[in-house]
């Protein structure tokens, strides 16, 4: 699949979603409750299973079920991912009504990195097909490490990305509405605002390090391993403001996610040497996802204030008053 037609309208049909979210339903900013959150996401769902099924119609079975099992390693990866913007999103005291212009920003750049790292991991490997062993060990080894390290570890404060930022501009500590960016006497300065997309890209380029190789190892078409990322992407706005509150219950999900990327590692190693059905590989990823969210539900946290992103398990500490960006009357209300 994939001629440049195809991807070319696929294109054009997604920039026409995101036209239409951020210019009609989203053109105000508002707090994302939980019911418009679970009509979007199930919305998102729906899309991603309409184009499931024309893959199937009219790529056949195997590609049909080749897109699904990426879409679900995506999401699921991307439940990971909402872990740290829970904790940005706290750390910086981000109003909850622009919270969803800062991921939709954030998600459109996403994407072309995910399209350059796509198209890059395609030539690669159509090339140099030894690269398939260093991918394979690369998602072995990531997967161990999201084992034997459960908690998410991140410094703020140090980021590359967020120290890069203060060196090109200053970065004031108060927020101005739903701007990046001000003027003040002739300067260009950034507000928390911009220093939070900062960090969600960079959190995302991170991310994308392990998602991409991830689906490779389920497809070597790249137009499937792009698409599905996509509707996984899209998704993940609505679903974010969907389990801020829950996202903590989830504890065995990292467990799950090590063993997904451990066992598509593998497969992707291994794979001169026996090709697994794509029946048999949706059904091991389902069953280590399903059974890790399972287990979260059967074995909760003993303790019942553990919710992100306030409490320390996140991995890092919350800053003091005095570093935290201000937010002013009218957004407290706004938010």
């Known amino acids: 699949m994939g001629s440049p037609w195809l991807w070319a309208g696929f294109t054009a049909f997604v920039l026409l979603l995101l036209t239409l979210d951020l210019g009609i339903f989203h053109r105000r900013p508002h707090a994302i409750g939980a019911r418009e959150a679970a ?12 184009f499931n099924v024309g893959v199937y119609l009219v790529a056949g079975s195997e590609r049909g079920l080749e897109f699904t099992a990426g879409y679900l390693v995506e999401l699921a990866l991307s439940v990971d991912n909402m872990f740290v913007f829970a904790l940005i999103f706290g750390w910086f005291v981000v109003p909850k009504a622009y919270q969803h212009r800062v991921l939709f920003w954030g998600i459109l750049g996403a994407l072309v990195m995910r399209a350059v790292f796509i198209l890059l991991g395609s030539a690669l490997l159509q090339s140099f097909h030894w690269i398939i062993y260093i991918f394979g060990a690369f998602l072995i080894y990531t997967g161990f490490k999201i084992l034997r390290e459960r908690e998410t570890q991140m410094d703020l404060e140090m980021n590359l990305a967020l120290r890069l930022l203060r060196r090109l501009m200053p970065v004031t500590n108060e927020y101005h509405g739903q701007r990046f960016t001000i003027v003040e006497a002739g300067k260009r300065i950034a507000t928390p605002l911009m220093a939070v997309l ?34 996984a992407i899209l998704g993940l706005r609505s679903l974010y403001f969907l389990l801020a509150g829950i996202m903590d219950s989830f504890r065995y999900l990292k467990v799950g996610l090590g063993a997904v990327l451990m066992f598509v590692g593998a497969k992707m190693a291994l794979s001169d040497v026996y090709h697994m059905p794509i029946g048999l590989s949706l059904g091991v990823i389902v069953a280590l996802i399903g059974g890790s969210v399972v287990l979260s539900l059967l074995r909760p946290a003993g303790d019942p204030s553990h919710v992100l992103p306030e409490r320390s398990a996140t991995g890092a500490a919350q800053p003091p008053d005095s570093m935290r960006p201000s937010v002013g009357k009218s957004e407290e209300r706004r938010a």
């Not at 009509?39 to 309409?50: E, F, I, R, S």
């Open 198 to 231: 900062v960090l969600i890209e960079a959190t995302d380029l991170v991310f994308a390090l392990d998602s991409v190789p991830a689906i490779f190892a389920i497809t070597d078409d790249p137009f499937i391993v792009y698409t599905s990322n996509v509707f």
């Open 39 to 50: 009509l979007w996401t199930a919305g998102w769902v729906a899309l991603a299973a309409v």
